[in-house]
């Protein structure tokens, strides 16, 4: 360990390797056995359960819980697989807090939901340690093309893999899983959990991957129409929004998604570099997970800006209570007006904004931030030119089951439009997708 | 403060609370234990002829079945009586019994159903200075395959017999202690009576296979490869207990004839429920074998409590104050009509109550837009299935329709007056009322 929390500027190594292990270890430490029994316990097996219709994949919760009390996980897992193939990562990432577990009874009751993520994640661990637990249907002779390799087009390909039909799933980068592999903060995913997931899924057989392939750039969509007999859309949002202030093009102003997709990837956290004093924009999940990992590998003092109040905040109280907890600093009403330093960032000047229901205002009072490293949080977009596909807000419109404009082309997960953008929202899209292509290329 | 103090057929204690014979009043170390932990009593692990101590098994004795968080709900063993040495055992008796004289200290016995072995080992317990005996007449396992325990309780004859030998023989106390593994309870109490026993005990554990292992086939407790019946007690068991205290205490051939409670008794509540049913006692086994001595505390303060709350100063003033409550079904008040009514503010809306009436033929609980769940009067038979599911105490209430009153499910008003099966016009040998 060379440097330290106080090294000024933008450096590696600030903490020992010791140190980073436990900073990045599992953020909620699996369920033994034991204890998933007590939590599994807790479930009242309600009627038409509320945790089922709020789960975007809608698994049968209540039913998946019974079977691990009964001493059956491996069920549990069936049950959980057969409505989302990615339930293990679901179980690690979904905000259960703004879904299934905001909704449990007992939450209602003792503001103490059942553990359903926790629970997903014991009965999931236990059947992905087994052989691939689906088979595929005989063979249609149909092919389709996945474009995507993340939640959306993973879940899409098992699907119609499983339904018989051949899938090339293609991808920009050199490897699947999307934002699982490169997005979600890495204390949620630990131990290389989201490769060996794509690997346990693609296990099923029939799909081949192929790598490097960029809809857009050396791919496109019209010959792949003309060579499959479907295809589906799974891009996500590839573009990040500027902030578009003074300043913004100086060095070590960053956008947040490249400094996780850095993390998620590096083999050696001790050299990854992070500056003593970070300052991210935004107010999401990104802005969450890259202030928090900031924070982690040890940057002094992170300060999470936002320009609207935190009821308005996209990140959940849960993930405002993490920042706070891991020692970041959330400031609501406040804007960068101009990032200030002499080829890379020093200084930050932000500006008080105020909302008395005439939009956004700056109430015209300023303070300065140190900040040597800058983080852009502000969304990502879709990042898709003339493809004659009809847009709706920004993103690939489609129907309810995944059409889109253009005949024999699905889309899902975040590229399309509707939903929220989540894990669990992808795979639910790609899954339905699936069965809506299976349905078209059985039926006509 | 309330007085915990009991006399049990003429044998003092501080408090009701004896440890049954088994295997935590196996020993000196033990009960001196127990005794300084708080409780009042206990009979002693039962003793058996002299000679060669019976064997135990080698693998597991117990197995048991757990509620949540592997709460133990039902214990079974397929222990036998005690494996030590009989004048081992006499001589603690009688050197715990002079330490503690303010303690109860009762000595079980099981020896072979021939008048000699009575009366050859009566007079070493009486040795001891012991209070009392209980005759076990219980064990289900083990002991009945040798015509011991359950082999003669099940047999009223036996049991008078004995009883009768063991009244002659010594001044000490007779309890008797009974099986459940008979039909009707009342038969073996009324020969005990006959015999002259001073009191019986209930009830010893129930015959059972507690379960199988599925990889083994085989019963558990298994033992290479095998397993036999044991004898079942723990919480499980209360329910079928207090049945047969009640019914004891309300037989008109035994009037009087003092009870000792045992059977699943964990909390204060569990002995002030026996003790209402007409039990003088109770003793306790598995509640002391899964939390250790200590539950004493919680047993003795909490019935104190609870009888300073009832303004009741003498255990002795509540025994058998259920008991004229307990009556036959058929002299139940058919007039007495209510409702299930689900309080809307406390309701967290899990359903349980409708998938319950729903499928269990009632049909008569409506689920509306926002999950409210709501009774249908007109449907209602007042169950209380749906308090029982309900997972929110005092959630679901049963209301009492008013006299008068008519009830929506049958049209008819709410008759005010008593009325039972006996009369009813349903009832094809119904005694004609009065005119
Ligand atoms: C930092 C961060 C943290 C997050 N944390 C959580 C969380 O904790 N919980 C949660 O539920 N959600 C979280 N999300 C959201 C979640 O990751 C996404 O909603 C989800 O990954 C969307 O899946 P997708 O399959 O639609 O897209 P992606 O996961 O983005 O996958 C798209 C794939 O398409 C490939 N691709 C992109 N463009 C092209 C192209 N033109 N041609 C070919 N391939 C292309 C990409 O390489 C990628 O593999 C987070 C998102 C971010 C950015
Ligand atoms: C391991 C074990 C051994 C027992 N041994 C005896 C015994 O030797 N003599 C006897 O009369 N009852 C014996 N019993 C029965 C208990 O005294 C008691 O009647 C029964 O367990 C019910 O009470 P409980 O539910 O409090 O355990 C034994 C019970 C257990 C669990
Ligand atoms: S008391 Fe029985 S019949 Fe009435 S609502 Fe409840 S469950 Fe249904």
């Keep these: ?19 980073l292990a436990g900073n990045f270890s599992d953020l909620h430490p699996p369920l033994d056995g034991h204890e998933a029994l ?18 975007p994949t809608s698994i049968d919760i209540p039913l998946f819980i019974r079977q691990i009390s009964t001493g059956m996980p491996e069920s549990a897992a069936k049950t959980i697989f057969d409505q989302n193939i990615l339930g293990g990562m679901c179980a690690r990432v979904c905000p259960t807090e703004t879904l299934c577990e905001q909704v449990c009874v007992r939450e209602t009751a003792e503001g103490k939901p059942v553990e359903i993520g926790l629970l997903q994640r014991f009965a999931t661990d236990r059947l992905m340690s087994e052989p691939h637990p689906y088979k595929r249907a005989a063979e249609t002779g149909k092919q389709v093309a996945v474009v995507g390799a993340g939640p959306a087009g993973l879940a899409c390909a098992h699907r119609l893999a499983m339904n018989g039909h051949g899938v090339t799933l293609y991808d920009a980068r050199n490897k699947a899983g999307g934002l699982n592999e490169f997005g979600i903060a890495a204390y949620k995913t630990v131990d290389g959990f989201a490769q060996d997931e794509v690997d346990w899924l693609l296990s099923i057989g029939g799909i081949s991957q192929v790598f490097g392939k960029r809809l857009g750039e050396n791919l496109d969509l019209d010959q792949l129409r003309k060579d499959f007999d479907a295809v589906f859309l799974a891009i996500g ?33 001790s050299k990854l570099s992070v500056g003593r004093n970070v300052v991210v924009v935004g107010g999401g999940m990104t802005a969450v997970d890259a202030a928090v990992q900031s924070k982690l590998l040890g940057a002094q003092h992170v ?31 406040v804007q960068p007006l101009k990032v200030i330093g002499n080829g890379a960032a020093q200084e930050v000047e932000l500006g008080y904004t105020k909302d008395d229901g005439n939009g956004l205002e700056l109430t015209g009072e300023t303070f300065r931030l140190p900040a040597d490293q800058v983080f852009k949080a502000i969304g990502q977009r879709l990042d898709l030119d003339d493809s004659g596909l009809e847009l709706a807000g920004g993103k690939i419109s489609v129907d309810e089951s995944g059409k889109t404009s253009l005949n024999g082309v699905w889309a899902g997960g975040d590229c399309a439009s509707g939903g929220d953008d989540l894990t669990v929202t992808a795979v639910a899209e790609g899954r339905d997708a699936a069965e809506d292509i299976h349905d078209k290329l059985m039926n006509s | 403060m309330a007085n915990l103090a009991s006399n049990f057929v003429g044998i003092k204690s501080p408090n009701p609370f004896w440890l049954a014979s088994a295997p935590p009043t196996d020993k000196a170390y033990n009960v001196e234990r127990a005794f300084e932990a708080g409780w009042g009593g206990v009979v002693w692990k039962t003793l058996g002829e002299e000679g060669p101590p019976i064997v135990n098994v080698n693998g597991p004795r117990y197995g048991a079945i757990w509620g949540a968080d592997r709460r133990l709900l039902g214990l079974n063993n397929i222990e036998l009586i005690t494996d030590r040495d009989l004048y081992v055992n006499l001589r603690e008796i009688k050197e715990v019994k002079k330490k503690w004289p303010d303690r109860a200290v009762v000595v079980s016995i099981m020896v072979p159903c021939e008048e000699g072995a009575w009366k050859k080992i009566l007079p070493l317990v009486e040795e001891t200075g012991a209070d009392g005996i209980e005759l076990n007449f219980g064990c289900p396992h083990g002991m009945s395959e040798r015509g011991m325990g359950a082999a003669v309780g099940q047999v009223p004859e036996y049991i008078e017999m004995v009883t009768r030998w063991c009244k002659a023989t010594t001044r000490m106390p007779v309890i008797v202690k009974l099986t459940p593994n008979i039909t009707d309870i009342r038969y ?16 010893n554990t129930v015959s059972s296979i507690i379960s199988v292992d599925l990889d083994d086939f085989a019963p558990q407790p298994t033992i290479d490869g095998k397993g036999s019946h044991g004898g079942y007690c723990g919480p499980a068991v209360k329910p079928i207990a207090l049945n047969m205290v009640a019914d004891i205490a309300k037989d008109p051939e035994t009037p009087g004839l003092p009870i000792s409670g045992i059977g699943g008794v964990t909390t204060w509540r569990d002995a002030a429920e026996f003790i209402s049913l007409g039990a003088g006692n109770v003793q306790v086994c598995t509640a002391a074998m899964t939390y250790g001595f200590k539950i004493i505390d919680e047993m003795t303060s909490g019935l104190s409590t609870w009888m300073d709350q009832k303004g009741i100063e003498n255990v002795a003033d509540f025994i058998g104050r259920a008991v004229p409550n307990v009556t036959d079904w058929q002299y139940l008040n058919l007039n007495y009509v209510t409702k299930a009514k689900i309080n809307q503010d406390s309701c967290i809306q899990c359903g349980r109550c409708y998938a319950a ?79």
């Design chain 1, 237 to 269: 949002l590839g573009g990040v929004n500027a902030l578009g202030t003074e300043g913004e093009e100086k060095d070590n102003v960053d956008d947040a998604v490249n400094f996780i997709s850095e993390l998620r990837q590096s083999e050696d956290l």
């Design chain 1, 1 to 19: 360990m060379v440097n330290s929390v106080l090294t000024p500027g933008v450096t590696s190594s600030r903490l020992s390797k010791d140190e």
């Design chain 1, 303 to 333: 300060t999470l800006a936002y320009r609207r109040g935190q009821e308005q905040m996209n990140a959940s109280g849960f993930e405002q209570d993490l920042a706070t907890s891991s020692g970041v600093t959330i400031l609501t009403n």
């Design chain 2, 188 to 203: 073996p109490a009324r020969a005990a009576h006959t015999g002259g026993a001073d009191a019986v005990s209930l009830i």
């Design chain 1, 38 to 55: 007590v939590a599994a316990d807790r479930c009242y097996f309600c009627y038409d359960a509320p945790c089922v219709t709020a789960c």
């Design chain 2, 357 to 435: 009436c729903e499928d269990t033929s009632h049909q008569a609980i409506a689920m509306k837009d926002g999950r409210v769940f709501e009774v249908i009067d007109e449907e209602c038979v007042a169950c209380n299935l749906c308090v029982n599911v309900c997972p929110v105490d005092n959630c679901i209430t049963m209301e009492r329709l008013a006299p008068g009153t008519v009830d929506p499910r049958t049209g008819q008003k709410v008759d005010a007056d008593y009325g039972n099966w006996t009369s009813h016009p349903n009832n094809p040998s119904a005694k004609a009322a009065a005119e």
